[in-house]
């Protein structure tokens, strides 16, 4: 039966960044970076995003891919073991943990001391037609990490969703785009009363009820029109946008330890304030599988910092 000190499942900044400290502390972690987890590739959301502008110590910018590859490069050079498989099946109820490899549910588990959960979240969508031919072309699911692409810049852009990260994105989306006009399924925001009143106050944003998205329709190259209906009269038009956002909300990847580690209403893991600790001694989480709220490369790389230098403590106090 294999067994490992540290295991690290997931392969985006957090999972990276555990990894290149634990290596550099000579723990020599395994991880699994996945084998189209979650149906991304490895390396995470991020090797779906086209430019990267906001990640520090790149000021010409780089594409999500070209970070990901640094980042393995560097984990590896420091001595992390990359398996290119996914992990179907994890126990944690007694130690050494353990954990099946996606196809090896059946085979003799791999024990490890530890683990760091860096799976991630993808953001939801709702695969229109034409979505998978302008996606990061004109459709993206992160404003914060995207609206600044020139693609963007002095165009009608659309957001879909009501809630109050809705809200965040079409207000942020104004710094950039001519206009930005919120797609709301219901006849109402389902966003507090203050983000509410921000949106009806902006001029550059314009309130669109009653309305789904059927299509997203473009030159083959780049988006440049929606397919809306109002649903409660059923009339159907074009809204002419270079730019549609999703603010419908992410799925953690949490499936695989689902009722054995605390998570919050949301899915998302909890973790211990100020830690990467999770309600089970010897797991920690860190990336956007814990954080709901800000999902930014960078973000994810301070937690994946943060696992390590927990994890190797607690390793330290195991050995004791």
């Known amino acids: 039966m294999a067994h ?25 972690p395994i991880m699994y970076e996945g084998m189209l987890a979650n149906g991304i590739a490895a390396g995470g959301q991020l090797t779906t995003t086209t430019e990267i502008e906001n990640f520090p110590g790149f000021p010409q910018g780089l594409t999500g891919s070209e970070l990901m590859d640094r980042m393995r490069e560097q984990s590896v050079k420091f ?10 099946k994890v126990d944690l109820s007694s130690k050494p943990f353990k954990i099946w490899p996606e196809f090896c549910e059946d085979e003799p588990p791999i024990t490890t001391d530890a683990i760091v959960l860096a799976t991630g979240a993808s953001a939801k969508r709702l695969h229109l037609p034409g979505e998978e031919t302008y996606w990061q072309q004109g459709i993206s699911a992160c404003a914060v990490c995207d609206g600044a692409v020139p693609i963007f810049r002095n165009k009608p852009l659309a957001v879909i969703g ?20 919120m797609i709301v399924r219901k006849d109402y925001l389902r966003a507090s009363t203050i983000m509410q009143r921000r949106v009806e106050q902006n001029e550059k944003i314009e309130l669109v009820f009653n309305t789904v998205t059927l299509e997203a329709k473009g030159d083959g190259k780049l988006l440049n029109a929606l397919r809306i209906k109002n649903v409660k009269t059923n009339e159907e038009s074009d809204l002419a946008v270079n730019g549609l956002f999703y603010a419908i909300g992410h799925t953690p990847a949490t499936d695989i330890v689902k009722g054995q580690v605390d998570t919050n209403e949301a899915g998302y893991i909890k973790t211990v304030p100020g830690s990467a600790m999770t309600s089970v001694p010897g797991v920690f989480a860190a990336g956007d599988v814990q954080d709901a709220r800000y999902r930014q490369a960078i973000t994810s790389a301070g937690s994946g910092c943060m696992a390590a230098l927990d994890c190797e403590r607690y390793l330290t106090e195991l050995e004791g």
């Open 4 to 28: 490992n000190k540290v295991t690290i499942i997931g392969s985006g900044p957090a999972g990276h960044t555990a990894a290149i400290y634990l290596a550099r502390a000579e723990i020599k």
């Open 79 to 88: 001595g992390t073991e990359i398996l290119t498989e996914t992990i179907a």
């Open 162 to 181: 009501g809630g109050d990260s809705a809200c965040e994105e079409a207000q942020f989306l104004t710094k950039y785009g001519s206009k930005v006009y």
